[in-house]
């Protein structure tokens, strides 16, 4: 079985096709600058790869070009439209809709619209990006994955806010969470490490990248996570500033006369590491300019770091017999520095560090010591893959849409 997954922003698609039975990638790529000028193809299967400029004014014309290379056998793809079995599309926000994947009709894309007030930068291109696939891929099943869905096992006491009632029911206001689709990749993953069922898996998955997000899992479920009804609570980020006074909003407004849209830009783009550094927002800048003294950038990471660790001892409050943290994303996975940073002095809650094993780590595995009560977990995400699971389970079991 074969399944083309989709991951459709406001100016890029990026594609992975797999064959899921031995969970192999077959090809690759992304068209970037889309509606912008000179887009471009960049296109890779198992000897070779393709990068060139094409005309993508609008997703339409792009996903018509992914098509193309796609049903290339010369550039790794497939012959005819049959061998593809269904595509999966990640969908950010599907409210409190979707407990589950779901096969893509009227109905689905209507709630996906209307969820996209809650996620305005990120489901209505997700949505173009589904509409544009279906043309370009028309006589297939065409699946939603979405990022929320893992997130709503959470009790009502986690995803409830301390605010009016009435803005739950009439505005949705409450916990949503987002990353789901990487945190129930590296979860199932660590019980396999483990050697025990997803639903005996107990820890803490650390998804820590240019976005941040920690989630408590029990029994295979998660019942916290750290991002609210947008992916701006919780975690400092590369620009996001996480957790914050909300009055800080009331008073900055007044004194600088910004405007929502201003204050919205800040607490978004402008914030995070980027914000708190006066530099960027790469870790690994930061870590460049700490070396050479720069004060602020050394302050950003300890802040980043602080933060982390104070969600992992909540977390380590709410679970009952925690087996393990899992670091994953760009930073958790290669930032070794700051792995150190967040896990180092954690004896006391269970997690003792390997500090050479930790240096010198590379891919998936432990880096905890062998005394460690609990283990600490290097668990590279496959988000992709799992879109790919996901649909090929749906599509095999026939299951009706939402």
């Known amino acids: 079985m074969k ?19 031995t969970e192999a990638p077959i090809v690759k790529g992304s068209v970037e600058r889309i509606g912008e000028s000179s887009p471009t193809l960049t296109h890779s299967w198992n000897t070779g790869e393709d990068s060139r400029a094409i005309e993508a004014p609008d997703h339409l014309q792009a ?24 595509v999966g599309h990640r969908v950010v926000h599907g409210g409190e809709k979707f407990f589950s994947s779901a096969i893509i009709d009227a109905g689905v894309e209507k709630v996906i619209e209307d969820c996209s007030v809650l996620a305005p930068l990120h489901n209505p291109p997700n949505l173009v990006g589904i509409r544009a696939a279906m043309k ?15 997130h709503q096992t959470m009790p009502r006491e986690a995803w409830s806010y301390a605010l009016p009632w009435e803005w739950y029911q009439e505005d949705g206001v409450r916990r949503y969470g987002f990353h789901g689709t990487s945190h129930r990749y590296v979860a199932m993953r660590a019980a396999e490490l483990l050697g025990i069922e997803t639903d005996e898996f107990t820890g803490i998955t650390l998804h820590l990248g240019n976005g941040c997000s920690c989630a408590a899992i029990q029994n295979g479920k998660s019942v916290d996570t750290s991002m609210g009804l947008t992916p701006l609570e919780g975690l400092v980020m590369g620009t996001r500033c996480g957790d ?6 009331f008073h900055i407004a007044g004194r600088r ?3 929502i849209k201003d204050l919205d830009k800040a607490l978004n783009k402008q914030s995070g590491l980027k914000g708190l550094s006066g530099l960027t927002n790469d870790v690994r800048e930061l870590e460049e300019a700490t070396d050479g003294g720069h004060d602020r950038a050394a302050l950003s990471l300890e802040v980043y770091a602080r933060r982390v660790r104070k969600y992992i001892g909540a977390y380590l409050a709410v679970l009952e017999k925690p087996q393990a943290i899992i670091f994953t994303g760009g930073v958790g996975e290669r930032g070794a520095r700051m792995r150190h940073r967040i896990a180092a002095g954690l004896d006391h809650l269970g997690l003792v560090l390997d500090e050479s094993e930790n240096r010198t780590h590379d891919g ?16 590279p995400t496959r988000e992709e893959l799992m879109i790919a699971r996901e649909t090929s389970a749906l599509v095999g079991e026939g299951a009706p849409a939402v």
């Open 3 to 21: 399944v083309l997954v989709l991951n459709c922003g406001s100016s890029s698609i990026k594609y992975r096709m797999f064959e899921t039975e």
């Open 63 to 86: 996903m018509d070009a992914i098509h193309d290379v796609v049903m290339d056998p010369a550039k790794g793809g497939v012959a005819e439209a049959s061998e593809i079995t269904a």
């Open 136 to 150: 370009a891929f028309p006589d297939i099943p065409h699946v939603a994955v979405f990022d929320t869905a893992f």
């Open 244 to 249: 914050i006074d909300p009055a800080i909003i």
């Open 257 to 259: 006369d910004l405007s």
């Open 364 to 379: 998936e595995g432990d880096i905890a010591t062998g005394s460690s009560p609990l283990r600490i977990l290097v668990i």
